[in-house]
């Protein structure tokens, strides 16, 4: 199941961010007063009126610079804009129509997407400056006036967004499992996959950023049919000396979104780097299987222990993911290649695993005799009942007596007890607590 995109575009310092956050509920993104805070795509899920869709925060767009991050900024925005099924447009009202909204109209209307246009800072929608109205100039239909820090209007922004997208937006696709290749440029994503495939059906190139968009190659292999999704690399981002260093490219959102395995693929040389970790942070949110490849194992110097020793470390510094299984490969010697292929499938299997109810209570009532519930001021958790309502990824609902008393560390420990009693390896698991009475959705 694919979820829509909508991708928030703007000028610096619109308000793009603070709308992110009122929408995804939580602080996702950092606000700051300061033109071009946000350096990266940051992606979130939401949801309106049942609809769920992926959101991704864009840096500003300064149309006509040549400074060099903002110019980066504008090519993130731009990725964003082509892999999004809708897009945002966030504009200042306190400012007014200005010649840089005129410039990112122009970009925004040679998508051909759908654009949502929204002006930004207006506190009193009853009373709009004359100003206002000169919104309409930019010819892309009725402008929302919004005040994003008070959450005014925001009804109709997302009714707009939901109706924008594509009527079989969320509509289950065949019996194919899809596989992203996901990483930093030249880490060997495209030539793992031409191993994979026996022939060159995608283009190696050793110039970082080859693949500008995801590329999908269908083939069947054990009378099992799947689709591997060759995405752009992760870009490394230039120098930067302010304090807030967020400059990371989430360009694999799309194919995340659309697949049911991702195949995390790190530079054994290199190791375990900043963007790694937010792009497997991604993976990880958004409930895919992953499997972690450390390619380029040949070029590592071996002793007695340094497999194992690569891997707890990789471990240590994924804990957040401990489930996904790592394992080391060269593409340059076919190095057990094609156990990545024979894990990704292994993973995809038990990510649509679904739990007999029966057998779930019963494991969680053993866990809960090993290990006690928390308590806080005399009263104890207690849960009465848990059953799995959804796969892909696992879903598991508690009915429990109070939410507060559900410490995450013993949510931890209550997963990783079904882990280890139903051998979800590969997949995250989600969970929802509710307490007695209260209704589910």
């Keep these: 199941m694919s979820k829509p995109i909508v991708a928030i575009v703007g000028r610096p310092n619109v308000g793009k961010s603070t709308f992110f956050n ?22 979130a899920e939401a949801e309106w009126n049942n609809i769920h869709f992926a959101l991704i925060d864009t840096g500003g767009i300064e149309p006509n610079t040549e400074d060099i991050i903002l110019s980066q900024m504008r090519e993130q925005a731009q990725i964003a804009m082509d892999m999004a099924d809708g897009i945002l447009f966030i504009t200042d009202g306190k400012d007014g129509l200005t010649h840089a909204d005129r410039e990112v109209a122009m ?28 919104f309409y100039e930019l010819g892309l239909g ?5 005040s994003a820090a008070n959450m005014l209007n925001f009804g109709d922004v997302l ?34 996959i031409n191993c994979l495939l026996g022939e060159k059906r995608v283009i190696v190139s050793p110039i970082a950023g080859t693949t500008r968009d995801s590329i999908d190659t269908p083939f069947e292999k054990d009378g099992e049919k799947y689709i591997l999704i060759d995405t752009a690399g992760i870009r490394r981002k230039s120098k930067v000396h302010e304090d807030i260093e967020r400059y990371s490219v989430i360009r694999a959102v799309a ?46 110097q071996k002793e007695t222990n340094t497999m194992r020793d690569y891997k707890r470390a990789l471990e240590a510094e994924l804990q957040f993911m401990s489930y996904a299984p790592i394992i080391f490969i060269s593409v340059q010697d076919k190095q057990r290649v094609y156990q990545v292929m024979e894990m990704a499938k292994y993973v995809s299997e038990k990510r649509a695993l679904r739990v007999p109810t029966g057998q779930l209570n019963s494991l969680i009532m053993d866990a809960t005799m090993m290990k006690q519930p928390p308590s806080d001021k005399g009263r ?12 892909k990824p696992p879903l598991f609902s508690f009915q429990i007596n109070d939410r507060e008393l559900m410490h995450f560390s013993y949510a931890r420990y209550l997963e990783n007890k079904i882990r280890e009693g139903f051998g979800f390896e590969g997949t995250s698991l989600k969970f929802v607590f509710r307490e007695k009475g209260e209704k589910v959705d």
């Design 22 to 43: 009122k929408i995804v509920g939580r602080r996702v993104s950092i606000v700051e007063d300061t033109p071009g805070v946000t350096r990266d795509r940051i992606y």
């Design 107 to 134: 970009m925004l209307m040679r998508t051909g997407k759908k654009v949502i246009l929204v002006v930004n800072k207006i506190d009193n929608p009853s009373k709009l400056p004359m100003d206002f109205y000169d």
């Design 142 to 146: 009725v402008p929302i006036p919004i």
């Design 159 to 192: 009714d707009e967004i939901v109706e924008s997208f594509p009527a079989d937006a969320e509509t289950e696709e065949e019996d194919v499992t899809k596989i992203a290749v996901i990483g930093k440029p030249n880490v060997g994503k495209s030539s793992l």
């Design 255 to 300: 194919a995340i979104e659309r697949c049911d395995v991702c195949v995390l693929m790190i530079d054994a040389e290199e190791g375990l780097t900043d963007q790694d970790k937010k792009i497997a942070g991604v993976a990880h949110e958004a409930g895919k299987g992953i499997v972690v490849a450390v390619n380029k194992w040949d070029l590592i």
């Design 380 to 391: 104890r958790l207690k849960i009465y009942y848990v059953t799995q309502v959804a796969v």
